[in-house]
C-alpha cells in the first residue's frame, strides 16, 4: 500500500446519514407509487405529510447536528419578539467534520426541494388541487429547513471572521500595550 | 443573549470596534464576550433580515443565562415588532430551546445532546403547551408568557387527527372531507393571523398558528364523542360544548394581543371558524 496515499473518506455517521435520507426518500417514494396502491386520497396525503414532517424534525434536529454541526431555531424573548437563533460548533469541531457527511447532507436537501417543486408542477398541469397541497406542505417544510440551515451556516461564518478580527485586534492592542510599557 | 438584532443589509465595522471595545471592558453588560450589539440604533422597520445571532459560538454555542433580558431591553428600542418577521415562513416544528439549561463557558450540548433527549424535549413541551392553552391555569392571564415556546408539532397532529375523525365518521365521499378539513383548518388559521396582524394587532406569526392549533384539542375530543354516538341531540350538545370551550381557550391571547377597541374584530372571526368546524362535525353522517 502505498504510504504517501491519504486513506478514503468514509462516512463518519452511516446511521445518521441513513436516516437523513431514509424518510426523505420514503416521503417521495410514497407518494410517487401510491397511485398505483391506494385510491384514497386520505391515506395519501397522511402518509406522506407525516413522513415529511418527521423528515423535517430528523434533519432539523439530528442529522443537522451531527452531520454538519449546525443549528437553528425560533424563540420568543420576553419583550415578545420573535428571535431566530443559531448555534454552531466551535471552528475546530467544523473543520473536523466529515466532508462526505456534509455532501450529503446539503445535496439531499437540495434535491429532495427540487423533486418535490417538480412533483408540484406536475400535480399543477393536472389540475389536481389536493395533490398539489401535499406537495406544498412538504416542499414548504423541505425548503425551511434549507433557508434555516443556510442561514445558520453563513451566521457561523460570520462569527468566525467577527472572531478572528477581534483576537487579531486584541493581540495587537496587547502588544501594542505592552510596547509602550516596555518603552 | 436573546436580542433581535435586525442587521441593515449593509455591513459596518463599527460594530467590530464596538465588540473589540466591549470585550477590553470585560464583557460591559452583557453577558457574553463576542455577542454582536445593534451598534446602530436598530430600526425594526427597515426591511431587512432579522437575524439575531447567538453567544460566541467558540467557546459555548448557547444563550448566556436568563438575566439578559433586562440588559437586552435596555439595549434596544423598544418598540414591539409589528409586522410578522421578514423571514421566509419557517415551520418550526419542535423547535428546541435546548441552551436554557446550561451555564455560560460549558460546551454547546445542546448540539451533542443524545436524541432521545430532543425527543423527550419536545414530547414534553407539546404536553406543557396543551396544558398551558386548553386548560385553566394561572399563566393564562400574562398570554404573552404562556405560549413562549410555541411548537408546531400539537397543532399538526390535532389537525390531521380532526380531519382524520371526520373523514372516519363520514360515509361517502372520505377523502373530500378530510382534505377540506385539513384545508379550512390550516387556510383558516392563517387567515385569523393576518386578521390580528393587520388589525394593528402584536402577535408573533407561529405562535398564533401554533395557539389555534391547540385550541383545536376540545374540539377534537367532541369530535370523537360524536363519532362514537350517533345521536344528533347529544351531538349538538357536545358540539356547544366543545366549541364553547375552544373560544373560551383561545380567548385571552387573541384579545391581549389587539387594542381593547378592536377585540371584537379579532375574536369574531376565530369563533366564527370554530362554529363552522362544529358544524362539520354536526353535519357529517
Redesign the interface.
Known amino acids: 500500500m502505498d504510504p504517501n496515499q491519504a486513506p478514503v473518506e468514509n462516512y463518519a455517521n452511516p446511521k445518521t446519514c441513513l436516516f437523513h435520507v431514509l424518510f426523505k426518500g420514503a416521503a417521495l417514494a410514497f407518494y410517487i407509487l401510491s397511485a398505483l396502491f391506494f385510491n384514497s386520497f386520505v391515506i395519501i396525503f397522511v402518509v406522506t405529510v407525516l413522513l415529511a414532517a418527521l423528515d423535517f424534525w430528523v434533519v432539523k434536529n439530528v442529522s443537522g447536528r451531527i452531520l454538519v454541526g449546525l443549528r437553528w431555531w425560533n424563540e420568543i424573548n420576553d419583550l415578545g419578539e420573535s428571535v431566530w437563533k443559531f448555534e454552531s460548533l466551535d471552528q475546530e469541531s467544523l473543520a473536523r467534520m466529515n466532508k462526505k457527511d456534509s455532501w450529503l447532507f446539503w445535496w439531499t436537501l437540495y434535491f429532495a426541494a427540487a423533486a418535490w417543486f417538480i412533483l408540484g408542477v406536475f400535480s399543477l398541469i393536472r389540475f389536481q388541487a389536493d395533490y398539489l397541497l401535499v406537495v406544498g406542505v412538504c416542499l414548504s417544510l423541505n425548503v425551511a429547513n434549507i433557508i434555516g440551515f443556510t442561514k445558520c451556516k453563513k451566521d457561523a461564518k460570520k462569527q468566525l471572521q467577527q472572531f478572528a478580527s477581534q483576537t487579531i485586534a486584541s493581540r495587537f492592542q496587547s502588544t501594542v500595550q505592552s510596547a509602550f510599557t516596555l518603552v | 443573549m436573546?436580542?433581535?438584532d435586525t442587521i441593515p443589509l449593509y455591513q459596518s465595522s463599527q460594530s467590530?470596534i464596538d465588540?473589540?471595545e466591549n470585550?477590553?471592558n470585560g464583557g460591559g453588560f452583557q453577558s457574553g464576550p463576542?455577542t454582536?450589539l445593534p451598534a446602530r440604533p436598530p430600526s425594526p422597520t427597515r426591511p431587512s433580515i432579522?437575524?439575531?445571532?447567538?453567544s460566541?459560538?467558540?467557546?459555548q454555542?448557547?444563550?448566556p443565562p436568563p438575566p439578559p433580558?433586562s440588559s437586552?431591553?435596555a439595549s434596544q428600542k423598544?418598540t414591539?415588532?409589528p409586522a410578522p418577521?421578514s423571514?421566509?415562513?419557517?415551520?418550526?416544528?419542535?423547535?428546541?430551546?435546548?441552551?436554557k439549561t446550561t451555564g455560560f463557558g460549558s460546551p454547546?450540548n445542546?448540539?451533542?445532546e443524545p436524541?432521545w433527549d430532543?425527543v423527550k424535549r419536545?414530547l414534553c413541551r407539546i404536553v406543557s403547551n396543551l396544558k398551558l392553552v386548553v386548560f385553566p391555569n394561572p399563566n393564562r392571564e400574562d398570554p404573552?408568557k404562556a405560549l413562549?415556546?410555541?411548537d408546531l408539532?400539537g397543532p399538526?397532529f390535532f389537525i390531521?387527527f380532526l380531519?382524520?375523525t371526520l373523514?372516519w365518521s363520514a360515509s361517502v365521499k372520505?377523502?373530500e372531507v378530510?382534505?377540506v378539513a385539513?384545508?379550512l383548518l390550516a387556510a383558516g388559521a392563517v387567515i385569523l393571523t393576518l386578521n390580528v396582524l393587520l388589525l394593528g394587532g402584536?402577535i408573533?406569526?407561529?405562535?398564533s398558528l401554533s395557539l389555534l392549533g391547540y385550541c383545536l384539542f376540545p374540539l377534537d375530543v367532541g369530535a370523537v364523542i360524536c363519532m362514537l354516538k350517533d345521536n344528533v341531540i347529544l351531538k349538538m350538545i357536545v358540539v356547544t360544548v366543545t366549541l364553547a370551550w375552544s373560544s373560551w381557550a383561545a380567548y385571552p391571547f387573541m384579545s391581549a394581543a389587539v387594542n381593547p377597541r378592536r377585540k371584537a374584530l379579532a375574536l369574531y372571526p376565530v369563533f366564527l371558524m370554530y362554529v363552522s368546524v362544529g358544524f362539520l362535525i354536526i353535519a357529517i353522517d
Open positions: 436573546s436580542h433581535n467590530d465588540e473589540i470585550m477590553m463576542g454582536v432579522p437575524v439575531s445571532s447567538s460566541s459560538p467558540f467557546v454555542s448557547n444563550l433580558s437586552s431591553s423598544v414591539p415588532v418577521p423571514l421566509p415562513p419557517s415551520v418550526n416544528f419542535g423547535s428546541s430551546e435546548g441552551s454547546p445542546t448540539l451533542t436524541v430532543t419536545d404573552g413562549r415556546d410555541w408539532w399538526f390531521v380531519g382524520l373523514s372520505k377523502s378530510f382534505a385539513f384545508a402584536h408573533i406569526f407561529f405562535q
